[in-house]
């Protein structure tokens, strides 16, 4: 709503998100969700637009330090931007994917949720759905091949 009333007013605004897959109700999908819950950058001149911005639709307010609006670094947002892709709608580059962690056969991983929590292995192929993926644990067994989702592995 606040992106929307900015711009209606001519503002330039970057409302950022994140697509990512999570598990829903035992379901793998895709969910796209704000990268910064809550915030919203936009371009304006403090002296002149901070009450326009201030009393918009959907503003609750203005990110400020000592009284002046807080001054977002254009590197910052750029750097941001250059990870984006259109989303589906709208055709301005907001959304940033995060796609599965890619590992090397030999790697060593750590398993981070579910019954094996902790345990640290070596990572050796991916499965066909590129979903899963093989380790081999040495704390079971002399190099016992384990399958598990490629989302519970973190490198060590």
Not at 71 to 95: K, M, Q, W, Y
Not at 102 to 115: D, L, M, N, S, Y
């Amino acid at each position: 709503m606040a992106q929307t009333s900015l711009e209606r007013e001519g503002l330039e605004t970057f409302f950022p998100k994140l697509k990512r897959k999570r598990t829903i109700r035992r379901v793998r999908r895709w969910v796209t969700s704000p990268l910064f819950p809550c915030y919203l950058f936009a371009k304006f001149d403090a002296d002149r637009q901070s009450r326009l911005v201030k009393y918009a639709n959907g503003v609750t307010n203005i990110v400020s330090f000592g009284g002046k609006p807080a001054i977002v670094d254009e590197l910052l947002l750029a750097g941001i931007r250059a990870h984006c892709e259109p989303s589906t709608d709208n055709f301005t580059p907001d959304t940033v994917t995060v796609g599965p962690v890619k590992f090397t056969p030999g790697e060593i991983v750590e398993i981070q949720a579910g019954p094996l929590r902790g345990l640290q292995g070596i990572f050796e192929r991916e499965m066909s759905d590129s979903e899963r993926v093989i380790i081999l644990l040495d704390a079971l067994a002399k190099g016992a091949r384990v399958q598990v989702e490629r989302e519970l592995l973190e490198k060590v």
